[in-house]
């Protein structure tokens, strides 16, 4: 089924430790971006892409990176996990014209 | 950035009632998209009803409804005949225009429909 999938749907980490969440699109949309949503306050930008090569950094950038070398795949890392990253993360996924799809949702516990 | 504000925190719906839920924001862009999800208990995001900044009409999709007052900057969305399955988080979020993707979200309104 067309649409975005994010990997994994549940993690555990310990203060400190890496990892990457996966989000994939097959619809061929330029612009993808990752959302974190935190109680009460909605869901807030933290990286973004506007094509193949291309990210800009949203309103809370910090302590996360993200590469985009393909249209389809924007993988979302957090380098040294911090309590302060649990939450719940989104990627979506846009085109000139589209709505935006979302995916699932990926959420994450520093430990 | 834009800036979403939604001042309900929760409302209680009695089932088959009407809802609104507010939402207003702040931009100086001339064009732009506005949009309501709503994020069941399950968590997924689900499109409801968008409206651009240039539209004449309100925006309608089924029980849906969008109460857009340009020169107030509200976009209230209406639930009509409320059923228990529309509990759920709504967030009302705004997209600037041109080729701007970036979602601005608001902090969400939570409706509890009773029986």
């Known amino acids: 089924n067309a649409g975005v999938t994010q990997t994994p749907k549940f993690q555990v980490l310990k203060t400190g430790q890496s990892m990457t969440l996966q989000c994939a699109q097959d619809?061929?949309?330029?612009?993808m971006s990752w959302y974190r949503q935190d109680p009460g306050m909605g869901l807030r930008l933290i990286h973004y892409?506007?094509?193949?090569?291309?990210?800009d950094q949203g309103e809370v950038p910090n302590g996360y990176n993200v590469s985009r070398s393909t249209t389809e795949d924007f993988p979302l890392r957090l380098l040294s996990a911090a309590p302060s990253q649990t939450s719940v993360y989104f990627c979506?996924?846009?085109?000139?014209?589209?709505?935006?799809?979302f995916g699932s949702g990926t959420r994450l516990t520093v430990v | 950035a834009q800036k979403i504000t939604q001042t309900q925190p929760g409302m209680f719906v009695q089932e088959k009632e009407a809802v609104t839920l507010d939402c207003t924001y702040d931009?100086?862009?001339?064009?732009?998209?506005l949009f309501w999800y709503k994020q069941p208990s399950s968590g997924e995001m689900i499109f409801l009803i968008y409206?651009?900044?240039?539209?004449?009409q309100n925006a309608t999709e089924g029980r849906y409804s969008l109460n857009f007052q340009k020169a107030r900057k509200s976009a209230n969305l209406v639930i009509s005949a409320s059923q228990l399955g529309d509990s759920a988080m709504y967030f009302c979020?705004?997209?600037?225009?041109?080729?701007?993707?970036?979602?601005?979200f608001g902090a969400g309104t939570t409706v509890t429909v009773r029986a």
């Open positions: 931009t100086s862009d001339q064009s732009y998209g």
């Open positions: 979506a996924s846009t085109k000139q014209g589209a709505g935006y799809t």
């Open positions: 619809m061929n949309h330029e612009y």
């Open positions: 409206q651009g900044s240039y539209d004449e």
């Open positions: 892409s506007v094509g193949a090569g291309i990210t």
């Open positions: 979020a705004m997209r600037p225009g041109g080729n701007d993707y970036k979602l601005s």
